[in-house]
């Protein structure tokens, strides 16, 4: 690939209000670093193909909007200038040729000798583990070879950004989960600089140096994946990056009332009698005896995930808890059992 020349990208005031008015995307400014993979989060339709696209060049930001790629602004060069390359869940590969002209069709268009070619083509089979599918056509491919066919594609006429828009969603989920591992192996390779797009939250964890979370045409959070999932800006990061309790309860002297012996927290500073919402996620509570517990709750269903278990409590005043127990244990519903939180997986609102 290139020598070690990276491309930063930069969005200065993008929006997007298409059309027919819809708002896709607020003004939006970002950062993205030459060589960083940076995943944008979020759930459908809060404006991450938008955003995607105005990377890109198919999409022209509102008023006011810039697109820089380096220093230079990039705002009025069309795609093809752009020299970016492109990844989408549908594959989008000509089905009338075969897997080497697909990965070729970019050279080709770019004017490359066949030499050159045959040769780019060959590395880029190889690399991405399909060297034997070469004569083949697109429609004898199973859905993982064709993701591999779209993004030796995409990376051989070496494009300065990779854009990836949800890749892996079409995909099981076992040939999800290897290929995110090849995807990520990859882009640590390359040292290209690429925006990953997925709604799929264990894929953005694993993926990103940085993870964008999106919500309603905004962003909501930037930060490394243990930034987002440890201190989550807000409500919304938290519910949407990992599973997370929230649980209302009265500060009193003591700690905070969950209808049960008080649990202490450091760092309460509201007043006694003031009600708050404690928030946890289910990994910072272990099991513990009733005598050792912060409080307690009843077995109202457990689902057996084979690592672990999942269980959803109820506490003593009502609320609903969710606990991860060794796949080992198992419990009898209605039973009732301990939980104790470890401080420093607590947040208080
Ligand atoms: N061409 C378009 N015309 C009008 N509305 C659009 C268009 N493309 C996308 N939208 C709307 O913009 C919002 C953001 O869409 P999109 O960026 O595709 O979201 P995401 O990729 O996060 O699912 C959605 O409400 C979508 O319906
Ligand atoms: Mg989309």
Do not use: W
Not at 19 to 36: F, Q, Y
Not at 50 to 67: K, S
Not at 96 to 111: C, E, F, P, T
Not at 322 to 340: L, M, N, P
Request: proline share 4%; charged share 25%.
């Amino acid at each position: 690939m290139s020598a070690g020349t990276t491309t930063s990208v930069r969005l200065v005031d993008c929006g997007k209000t298409f059309p027919d008015g819809t708002k896709a995307l607020e003004p939006t400014s970002i950062e993205i670093a030459g060589g960083e993979t940076v995943v944008l989060l979020g759930p459908s339709g809060c404006g991450k193909t938008t955003m995607l696209r105005i990377i890109a060049g198919l999409e022209q930001p509102d008023d006011g909007g810039a697109v820089l790629f380096n220093d230079d602004d990039v705002t009025a060069v069309p795609i093809e200038k752009r020299n970016v390359g492109m990844v989408f869940q549908s594959y989008a590969l000509f089905p009338n040729m075969s897997v080497a002209d697909n990965i070729a069709y970019g050279l080709r268009v770019r004017k490359h000798d066949g030499a050159q070619v045959r040769t780019r083509v060959d590395e880029m089979m190889e690399m991405m583990d399909i060297a034997d599918l070469g004569a083949r056509s697109i429609d004898q491919l199973s859905g993982g070879q064709r993701q591999r066919v779209a993004l030796a594609r995409a990376i051989a006429v070496q494009p300065r950004i990779l854009l990836l828009d949800e890749p892996l969603t079409a995909l099981d989920a076992l040939l999800r989960e290897r290929l995110r591992v090849e995807i990520d192996g990859l882009l640590r390779g390359l040292g290209i600089t690429a925006v990953y797009v997925t709604h799929d939250q264990s894929e953005a964890l694993a993926l990103g140096d940085r993870i964008f979370v999106m919500s309603n045409g905004q962003i909501a959070q930037t930060g490394t994946p243990r930034e987002i999932y440890h201190a989550p800006a807000n409500a919304f990061v938290a519910d949407f990056v990992g599973t997370v309790n929230r649980l209302i309860g009265t500060v009193r002297k003591s700690g905070v009332d969950l209808g049960g012996r008080p649990v202490r927290i450091d760092g309460v500073s509201a007043p006694a009698g003031t009600e708050v919402e404690l928030l946890f996620r289910p990994e910072d509570a272990d099991i513990v005896s009733l005598k050792e517990a912060d409080f307690s709750g009843k077995v109202q269903t457990s689902f057996f995930l084979g690592s672990r278990t999942r269980l959803v409590l109820t506490a003593a005043n009502g609320q609903p808890v969710i606990i991860d127990s060794s796949g080992r244990e198992s419990f009898a519903i209605d039973q009732e059992i301990g939980v104790r939180i470890r401080p420093e997986g607590v947040r208080i609102e």
